[in-house]
């Protein structure tokens, strides 16, 4: 962390401010936290730390935001189980399957509340918000007939008995998914991401 001395009048590149590490270490407790509640308890100016949030992306310290809530008008909450019953058949579908993870989806929040082992070659779980009548079964009728190799399964969530389910709204131009159709399947990034060259340049290594 920097400090001012005659020798360091001003930061270095690769080092943070007091300010810069304050933040970084009040989101990494507690990512919900307002960026006013943070002002309040170390006495930093209104603005102070949504101006040192932008300058930490800025920097490449925090590459990505996900907006989560609660509510958003949701009429329940489903899961989607894939099992790979045939690897090879489904090998050969793996990057539609991709696509289809990070689609854009013309909702509120992303399609996917959360996804979990989908780089599994053996299957992968999905919890997705359902918003409209017949919408799981289209979901499940489209997975059914692209790609090969797989059996679905879902169920309805009832009731939840700890906590509460959260809904995404994040750019998936900076998923894991997308790095992998970049990297393993040489898809060109997208041109409106902020690091656009920078991705290009690294996925060509």
Not at 144 to 155: A, F, V, Y
Request: net charge neutral.
């Amino acid at each position: 962390m920097w400090h001012r001395t005659k020798e360091t009048p001003r930061p270095a590149s690769d080092s943070i401010t007091q300010r810069e590490y304050i933040l970084l270490r009040e989101l990494n407790a507690d990512g919900n936290i307002p960026f006013a509640e943070i002002e309040k308890k170390h006495n930093l100016g209104n603005g102070a730390a949504r101006y040192t949030f932008d300058k930490l992306k800025e920097k490449g310290l925090i590459s990505r935001e996900t907006l989560t809530m609660s509510t958003c008008g949701v009429r329940y909450n489903a899961a989607i189980e894939v099992d790979v019953l045939n690897k090879a058949e489904f090998i050969e579908d793996r990057g539609k399957f991709i696509r289809y993870i990070i689609k854009d989806y013309n909702g509120p929040v992303n399609r996917f509340s959360f996804g979990g082992d989908t780089f599994s070659p053996d299957g992968s779980l999905f919890i997705i918000p359902i918003f409209k009548d017949g919408e799981l079964e289209e979901e499940k009728e489209w997975l059914n007939q692209q790609i090969k190799g797989i059996k679905i399964k879902s169920m309805i969530f009832t009731k939840t008995i700890l906590g509460e389910l959260c809904y995404r709204k994040f750019d998936n131009n900076y998923s894991g998914q997308m790095h992998t159709l970049i990297s393993e399947y040489k898809e060109e990034p997208p041109k409106d991401m902020i690091d656009y060259q920078e991705f290009k340049i690294s996925y060509k290594k």
